[in-house]
């Protein structure tokens, strides 16, 4: 412990007796240097918090969702995953499709038939036709839902890249701001010796180390977006391939469920179909076509 201590007090004091004997072009890299990481770690601490929420809320919408048949409910029920990407994209399509319900409707007529139709002993058993009458959107519509559905697939996309470009940024320029600094550092350094014509250890190390501590900052800056960076990158990459999945998985949902898929000729052949029952016939109406036979047939027998 006391060596973990004294190790950081001289670290401390190497660091403060380098950055005392920078030149102003260092301390002016360094500057810059602190700026991006304070940037930097701010990016990390926000987009780690959004991106757990993303992924637990996603669990949650996930098992939610899978309890439903129908792909609207959860919409209906007024339910919100806030944070969840997919259950963005679930509203858009799910507010989408109930705007072309309510604005563009298509009456679907499923017509469901009762009865045989074959002749009894009283007579014929007759079709009981019913119809039952569905709201869908059509084909036109749903291309409509899909483009929402991609559009706000993007959106989630862009919003979860949100601020990466400030991690990449301090990865890849931090170590040459740090680099600038030290090579100006050490040019001066040089240039002083040269005009004192002193090239002695004790005059070139004061200089040296005010010019490396720019790298060693850079560094500090680097190594932490660094990490940061290509874990959030994993994450990003496996929620935007999860979205896409769901997009595709949910427009078949609405498609199977809302969209009136029927040909032209299914159309015509319901739209022409009788909605009355058959004209039965009764009884009587068998007893007196029998008469008529047996009395068309009597001539033939008196003959």
Not at 17 to 27: C, H, I, L, R, V
Not at 59 to 74: G, N, S
Not at 93 to 112: D, F, I
Not at 132 to 159: C, H, M, N, W, Y
Request: proline share 4%; glycine share 8%; hydrophobic share 45%.
């Amino acid at each position: 412990m006391p060596q973990a201590v004294f190790s950081g007090f001289f670290a401390s004091s190497a660091l403060r007796f380098a950055f005392e004997k920078a030149t102003t072009e260092g301390k002016l890299c360094i500057g810059t240097l602190i700026l991006v990481s304070v940037f930097s770690w701010t990016v990390i601490i926000s987009k780690s918090r959004q991106l757990y929420r993303a992924r637990k809320m996603g669990r949650k919408f996930f098992a939610a969702y899978r309890q439903t048949r129908d792909p609207l409910e959860l919409a209906r029920r007024g339910e919100e995953f806030d944070g969840a990407p997919a259950y963005e994209l679930y509203y858009t399509g799910a507010e989408e499709t109930e705007y072309h319900l309510k604005n563009n409707p298509v009456q679907v007529v499923q017509v469901k038939s009762k009865g045989s139709g074959v002749p009894t002993a009283t007579g014929v058993e007759t079709d009981i036709l019913a119809r039952q009458i569905t709201t869908k959107i059509s084909p036109g519509s749903f291309d409509q839902v899909r483009v929402a559905l991609e559009r706000a697939a993007t959106a989630q996309a862009l919003s979860l890249e949100k601020g990466m470009i400030v991690l990449s940024t301090a990865v890849a320029g931090g170590p040459f701001i740090g680099l600038l600094g030290t090579v100006w550092g050490v040019m001066e350094t040089f240039s002083g010796i040269a005009r004192a014509n002193a090239a002695s250890l004790t005059a070139m190390a004061p200089g040296v180390a005010g010019a490396l501590i720019a790298t060693v900052v850079g560094l500090f800056v680097a190594i932490p977006a660094m990490f940061a960076y290509n874990y959030m990158v994993t994450m990003v990459r496996a929620i935007t391939q999860e979205l896409d999945g769901f997009a595709s998985e949910y427009a078949t949902a609405i498609e199977h469920k809302y969209v009136d898929n029927r040909s032209l000729v299914e159309e015509l052949r319901e739209a022409l179909r009788p909605v009355t029952k058959h004209p039965a016939m009764t009884a009587p109406a068998l007893s007196e076509a029998s008469m008529g036979e047996s009395e068309m047939a009597e001539p033939a027998f008196g003959n």
